[in-house]
């Protein structure tokens, strides 16, 4: 296939899909998030985002990114350096827990205009770019199986699979984007947490964290409700 053959590829729209593949892709959704046993392997990829968020925040706020490393707790760590307080600082801060949610709202906004092969390459894009700021083995492995798994099936996959798979991810960020919210929140409260994304803002803006809590909190509730209405429009 020649460039211009590609580009029309990623740019054309997709026949919308049937509603109930928009459902059953929300059900799987929910299958990934609400049991706990599997919410332990699922929740890498929001890791994978969350982490991603801080590092893309970082960059287009011109701090120098150390690296990025994500740990099979499903705990991560990105390392940025710059101004130790102001604008660029507080971004990257805040960027962890909103970068899943707001990805799922793109996301939507891209099937919502059945651009389902668009979709699927522009998160190959974003995985090939974090994977050059990763430090450790398991990040490099997640971040390799998660971009191996978008381009098998935007290579090999059926268009009703690829739309299937498009729609059970945005979904995912979508509802997956509430429940680190309340782990948040629960973790600082029973296990007297003080060094999260939260207490960090709080830190940096002299604003309590249960108000980076809320805003987290508010940014995935309506990401959800926008997100959810464009895909089962």
Same mark, same amino acid.
Not at 101 to 113: C, F, H, S, T, V
Not at 114 to 130: K, P, R, S, Y
């Given at each position: 296939m020649d460039f211009a053959g590609l580009w029309e590829t990623l740019t054309a729209t997709q026949p919308a899909p049937p509603h109930w593949l928009v459902l059953g892709s929300a059900a799987v959704a929910l299958l990934a998030i609400l049991p706990h046993p599997v919410w332990r392997l699922s929740r890498n990829v929001v890791t994978i985002a969350h982490e991603g968020g801080h590092g893309l925040a970082a960059l287009l706020t011109r701090r120098k990114l150390g690296g990025i490393r994500l740990h099979s707790d499903t705990s991560g760590l990105t390392i940025s350096s710059g101004a130790p307080t102001g604008p660029g600082v507080i *971004?990257?801060?805040?960027?962890?827990?909103?970068?899943?949610?707001?990805?799922?709202?793109?996301?939507?906004?891209? =099937?919502?205009?059945?651009?389902?092969?668009? %979709? %699927?390459? +522009?998160? +190959?894009? *974003? =995985?090939?770019? =974090?994977?050059?700021?990763?430090?450790?083995?398991?990040?490099?492995?997640?971040?390799?199986?998660?971009g191996a798994a978008f381009f098998l099936i935007s290579w090999y996959g059926s268009s009703q699979l690829q739309a299937a798979f498009a729609y059970a991810g945005v979904w995912f960020?979508? =509802?997956?984007?509430?429940?680190?919210?309340?782990?948040?929140?629960?973790?600082?409260?029973?296990?007297?947490?003080?060094?999260?994304?939260?207490?960090?803002?709080?830190?940096?803006?002299h604003i309590g964290p249960l108000f980076w809590v809320t805003l987290f909190l508010l940014v995935a509730l309506a990401s959800l409700a926008v997100g959810g209405t464009w895909l089962l429009a």
């Open positions: *971004l990257t801060a805040a960027a962890g827990y909103t970068a899943p949610p707001l990805l799922g709202l793109g996301g939507a906004a891209l =099937l919502a205009g059945q651009h389902v092969t668009q %979709l %699927l390459w +522009i998160a +190959i894009v *974003l =995985l090939a770019g =974090l994977l050059v700021m990763v430090r450790n083995a398991f990040g490099l492995f997640s971040v390799v199986i998660t960020l979508l =509802l997956a984007g509430v429940r680190p919210v309340f782990e948040l929140q629960g973790k600082r409260r029973h296990e007297g947490a003080r060094g999260t994304d939260a207490d960090q803002l709080a830190h940096l803006t």
